[in-house]
């Protein structure tokens, strides 16, 4: 079965440009994450959505970002403009449902360098 | 707020030498903990969990884990470890009452594992 699938791997731009990171879930999965994963900050969730719906996005940092699940095979994480503050490594994972006890699965991440 | 800490940024051991990862969290409700693995340019994979029940679990790979309520601990543990075990190692606590699994991480383990 195909996992969590992200694109691109890597992306180097230069600041100001917009960026767009994309994501499949796994199919028959209701719920999605983004993560970000920086040296100095480990992991932070970014945002979740559960059937297609945001619904807690308290930790996108500031207004550049935005996440979008039109459907439910597909999401995007824009930052615009970027900055080099913004370089990071960008999870995605998905679950069955979401609740506490089920198991997150993750994508291999797209690497964000802003020059 | 919850919080996870890993001590020991880098543990180097042996080949086939015992190890322990520490993990200590705060938080002042009931959680559910997670173990989760990241091999290099991958995503994370859920090692092992603890939800309820006995507070010792394991995984397919000869790690286990102890849920310890007093010490607010979830040490990992292995008797004998390989060479791919290399890897980072991420400890993760949920709060139990959030509606959907809220993953806070802590900074990550780097496992190295020499001949």
């Known amino acids: 079965d195909a996992g969590v699938i992200q694109s691109p791997r890597h992306e180097v731009t230069e600041m100001g440009q917009e960026v767009t990171l994309r994501c499949k879930p796994i199919?028959?999965?209701?719920?999605l994450f983004w993560y970000r994963q920086t040296m100095m900050r480990g992991l932070e969730l970014l945002i979740y959505?559960?059937?297609?719906?945001?619904?807690?996005d308290s930790g996108m940092p500031e207004d550049r970002f935005s996440a979008k699940m039109p459907n439910a095979s597909f999401s995007t994480l824009k930052i615009q403009p970027s900055e080099p503050r913004d370089s990071a490594v960008y999870f995605c994972?998905?679950?069955?449902?979401?609740?506490?006890?089920?198991?997150?699965?993750f994508g291999d991440g797209t690497r964000l360098s802003i020059l | 707020a919850q919080s996870v800490t890993q001590l020991d940024s880098q543990v180097p051991v042996f080949e086939e030498a015992p190890v322990e990862l520490r993990c200590n969290y705060s938080?002042?409700?009931?959680?559910?903990l997670f173990w989760y693995v990241q091999y290099p340019n991958q995503g994370l994979q859920l090692l092992l969990k603890?939800?309820?029940?006995?507070?010792l679990v394991e995984s397919i790979n000869g790690f286990e884990a102890e849920f310890n309520k007093s010490q607010t601990s979830f040490h990992l543990r292995k008797p004998s470890v390989h060479i791919s075990d290399t890897a980072e190692y991420f400890c993760?606590?949920?709060?139990?009452?959030?509606?959907?699994?809220?993953?806070?991480f802590g900074t990550g383990t780097r496992l190295l594992v020499s001949p």
């Open positions: 603890y939800l309820s029940g006995s507070t």
């Open positions: 199919s028959g999965h209701n719920s």
């Open positions: 938080s002042s409700v009931s959680v559910y």
């Open positions: 994972a998905s679950s069955l449902t979401g609740q506490t006890d089920q198991p997150q699965h």
């Open positions: 993760a606590v949920s709060d139990q009452g959030t509606g959907f699994q809220k993953l806070v």
């Open positions: 959505f559960n059937n297609n719906v945001p619904i807690d």
